[in-house]
Structure formats: C-alpha cells, structure tokens
C-alpha cells in the first residue's frame, strides 16, 4: 500500500520558516541601527539642546538652512573634501597600490619588515597615532629635528599646514588596508598574462594600465568606497593633533559636529550637520557602486 504524499506547506509558512534564522539579526539592526537613524532624523528637525532649555519645538528644516548659510560650516564641508581626497582617494590608495605591488618583487625579509611597520601603524588606536603624529609634526617634534640636522628651515607645520598635517597622519596610518586589499587582488592576476606582455615587450606602466588595474578594478572600487567611508568620520585623530584649528583650519565635518552639538549644547543643529554628512557618505557609496557595475 502506497502512502500519499502529504500537502506542500502554504506559501506563506515557508517565507516564515527561511525568515526565523535571520530574525534574531534583523531585530538587533532594528534596534541599534535602525532606531537610533530614526531618532537622529527626528531631533534634526528639532532645536534641542543640553542646557538652557525646558522642552524642544519641532522647526523643520531651519537647521538646515542654517547650516547652509553659515560660513563655518561651509569651510568644515571644504575642509572635509580636502582631507578625504588628500588623504584617501590620492594618499591611501595610491600608496597601498605601489607598497602591495613593490611587495610582491621584494624579497621575504623586506615584505615582513615593510608589511609589520606599515600594519603596526593600522591596528594602533587612533587616539594613540595622533598624539605620535602631534609629537611628529609639533615645532619641537621629530620632524623639525630632522630638518634642523640636514640644515633645512623648520616651522609649526600643525600652524601652517594644520590640515595637510592631519591628512598625511591618516595616510600613515590607514595606508595598510589599502595595501591589503591590493595584495590580495594582484595576487589573483593569472602570472601567465603578465608574463605573456613581457614577452610582447609591454613596458611595467604599459602593463600597469592596460592589465594590472583594469583586472583588479573591482577591487580599486570596493577600496575607495571603503577608505572613503572610514576618512569622513575621522575625528579622534584630528581632535588629537590639532582640535580643528588653529582658527578652524583642520576642522572637518565631524569636529564641527561635535563643537556645535557638545560643546555649544546645540544638539538638533548638531544632529542637522551629522545627516548632512551622512548625505556626503552616501553621495560617494553611490559613485562607486554606479562605477563597479560599469562594465570595462
């Protein structure tokens, strides 16, 4: 005798079903990801503050013209583009690219050594690299001590250049993971292409351009949407060395943020500016999503 096969559960039941082992995951995002996003946006339209005031009235979207008309804000949003390109797009991601492709010619006691300094600097806390870098760039700091020794002049680069300052201590700091993800892409580029332009006579730039970054394109897209994401809210290291001045001229977006939310206690203009900066984030991701799913 023969036994009839049972019905197939409802639709419904089996959405369910595959849905239990990511609820768990969903409701933590709900709960320290999403609700705090939402509250953000709501004190934003808001003119809260810590002190001086009973209760917050809803102002809609004076904040944000606010912000928009104030010339401090404007020279935080330049400063901001400044530090990201300078440091991020130019400095970690081209020097990622040349250490991880002169790292694969050296020999192995130069990759240990080079790859221990250079990762030594990622994996140290921010607050730790800045005060190295404030004792570097400082007017009785090591660097001027260099320069002293080879008879060149010194200055307070941390006043002079307070934001290129800043900018090369990120680049010293966040240069290994760039270097990382390249290795890894060259390190899948088939030896036998290579080998095969070499032959053909292809120049080490000819060959860079025309089959080293196209070959690891997606992994130059996912770098500079990540280092990107990690400059703009780069703030313990900036307040370290410089805390934005002198007179604002290192003060980017999340120093800006700070000032006006903590230390003037104005939290929903405080907040305003943290969802504009979330706007600059997301106007970047968007870039380079568009620009990883172009095809070469």
Request: aromatic fraction near 8%; proline fraction near 11%; include cysteine.
């Given at each position: 005798?023969?036994?009839?096969?049972?019905?197939?559960?409802?639709?419904?039941?089996?959405?369910?079903?595959?849905?239990?082992?990511?609820?768990?995951?969903?409701?933590?995002?709900?709960?320290?990801?999403?609700?705090?996003?939402?509250?953000?946006?709501?004190?934003?339209?808001?003119?809260?503050?810590?002190?001086?005031?009973?209760?917050?009235?809803?102002?809609?979207?004076?904040?944000?013209r606010t912000a928009f008309g104030d010339e401090a804000f404007r020279n935080a949003v330049w400063l901001t583009l400044v530090f990201t390109v300078v440091s991020a797009l130019l400095g970690q991601n081209t020097l990622g690219l040349a250490l991880a492709a002169l790292m694969r010619r050296a020999s192995k006691p130069v990759r240990t050594l080079v790859g221990g300094v250079v990762v030594t600097a990622w994996v140290l806390p921010e607050v730790v690299a800045g005060f190295l870098l404030y004792a570097f760039f400082r007017r009785e700091g090591t660097l001027n001590a260099v320069l002293d020794w080879l008879g060149l002049p010194t200055q307070n680069w941390l006043y002079t250049l307070p934001i290129l300052a800043v900018s090369f201590a990120n680049v010293w700091r966040g240069t290994a993971f760039s270097m990382l993800v390249y290795s890894a892409a060259l390190d899948e580029i088939p030896k036998e292409i290579t080998e095969a332009a070499e032959v053909d006579g292809a120049s080490g730039p000819r060959r860079l351009w025309h089959i080293t970054l196209p070959m690891i394109r997606r992994s130059i897209g996912t770098n500079l949407m990540l280092i990107t994401l990690q400059t703009l809210s780069v703030f313990g290291l900036i307040w370290v060395m410089t805390r934005g001045g002198p007179g604002g001229r290192s003060q980017t977006l999340p120093l800006f943020m700070y000032e006006e939310a903590f230390q003037k206690s104005m939290i929903g203009y405080g907040t305003a500016v943290a969802l504009l900066l979330l706007v600059v984030g997301s106007l970047f991701s968007v870039v380079y999503l568009r620009l990883l799913r172009t095809e070469v």
């Open positions: 005798m023969t036994r009839r096969p049972g019905r197939p559960p409802h639709p419904a039941l089996r959405s369910l079903t595959r849905a239990l082992p990511v609820a768990p995951a969903t409701v933590l995002l709900v709960l320290f990801l999403a609700g705090p996003i939402a509250y953000c946006v709501s004190i934003a339209f808001t003119d809260l503050q810590l002190t001086g005031q009973a209760e917050d009235s809803f102002v809609g979207l004076e904040n944000f």
